[in-house]
């Protein structure tokens, strides 16, 4: 940064990882593997998934390296998962890569980082984040799981819901309410946790109600001071997400303009025609607006920047919205086709409305944004 302006051109090292990871999933999540995930229990790809992780290194980008990760940046990381955008590979990267990483790395617990990262980074543990409940909200006063002492250890009882990957996790991250306010717990004994999955609009995202009973916890960080590392994770979990938007977003553009390239009506090419031609540039605009608005979310969660909270809120709107207004105009310019099984447009309208929902709505972020710049 200079004289107080960032710069979001991407350095060699970045646009070389952009390019590896689009070769990766170029050939191993084509449309076919994508819809053969869509039945599976787990809702990924074991195989895969271990290439991701201990091949390619994807998972412990921001882990660092005395931890067993890379030790890059968040820019690194949302140049991954705007890659996996782009295809919908489903995979529980965002929820342990991103979501459990980085509520590990801003919980100041040595003893934690130093017993989960490690294995997050690894791929062999596939962690989660357990936060909203029944009105799936994304605030303090949504949560009423509760934990309280047991003898000499930690206990919880109470429900959560839309928990990423929920079903497949080896290590739950929970937040629960304490005589002393919001905590952190860590669950790893499954035994009285009820595990079930969610039908859910997003076939590519499997989500989770996990039930707590008397389930033995670990105390993550100091008791009482929760809120502030969740809000902080909301923060680059936000900021990740909407890069992977921004992916799924280009990817839609890119194919509704190959198609108005190919289809004719009347002897030309539809996208000779006005209209069409509009419904593009609209796509662009809304595309490359919300590009800049998720890098700079993602420079600033790199420079831990005290612009972060609402960097990544206006990112998070922006690409929602943008994501949503791409895959339902591919949907039209695809016309009849756009509409079936068959074709891949589909998945991408069914992931632009739930990723719009995850983490908080655009409405949400923009009171976030709000209140936050003082409006």
Not at 12 to 24: H, K, P, S, W
Not at 322 to 334: D, G, K
Not at 353 to 374: I, P
Request: hydrophobic share 45%; charged share 20%.
């Amino acid at each position: 940064m200079a004289n107080g302006t960032r710069h979001f051109a991407l350095s060699d090292d970045q646009n070389e990882l952009r390019r590896t990871v689009r070769a990766f999933l170029e050939n191993k999540a084509d449309e076919a593997a994508v819809r053969r995930q869509l039945e599976s229990p787990t809702g990924y790809d074991a195989a895969v998934w271990r290439q991701m992780s201990a091949q390619l290194g994807l998972t412990g980008l921001v882990i660092p390296e005395d931890l067993g990760g890379q030790g890059f940046t968040f820019v690194e990381l949302g140049i991954v998962a705007e890659e996996l955008g782009r295809c919908l590979l489903p995979t529980p990267f965002f929820a342990s890569a991103v979501l459990a990483a980085g509520l590990l790395l801003n919980a100041g617990d040595p003893g934690a980082q130093t017993r989960y990262l490690p294995g997050i980074g690894t791929g062999s543990t596939i962690a989660t984040v357990a936060v909203t409940e029944s009105s799936g909200h994304w605030q303090p006063e949504s949560i009423q799981a509760g934990a309280r002492t047991e003898g000499d250890r930690w206990v919880l009882d109470g429900t959560k819901t839309y928990v990423l990957d929920g079903c497949s996790a080896d290590v739950m991250l929970v937040a629960a309410r304490t005589a002393g306010g919001i905590s952190l717990f860590a669950v790893e004994d499954f035994d009285t946790v009820a595990r079930r999955p969610l039908s859910t609009l997003d076939p590519t995202r499997k989500q989770a109600r996990v039930e707590f009973s008397a389930t033995p916890a670990r105390l993550i960080g100091h008791e009482g001071q929760g809120w502030p590392v969740l809000a902080r994770t909301l923060a680059l979990g936000a900021s990740v997400l909407a890069a992977e938007q921004v992916g799924g977003a280009q990817r839609c553009l890119e194919m509704a303009v190959d198609y108005a390239k190919v289809r004719k009506q009347f002897g030309k090419p539809i996208g000779s025609f006005q209209a069409i031609r509009h419904k593009c540039a609209d796509i662009y605009l809304d595309v490359e607006c919300a590009r800049g608005a998720a890098y700079y979310a993602l420079q600033s969660a790199a420079a831990l920047a005290d612009e972060l909270p609402a960097a990544a809120s206006l990112a998070k709107a922006c690409s929602s919205e943008a994501y949503a207004h791409a895959a339902a105009a591919n949907i039209q310019i695809h016309g009849g086709i756009g509409f079936t099984w068959e074709h891949p447009a589909h998945l991408y309208f069914k992931r632009a409305k739930s990723s719009g929902h995850l983490l908080g709505n655009a409405t949400f972020h923009r009171a976030l944004l709000a209140d936050l710049v003082g409006i």
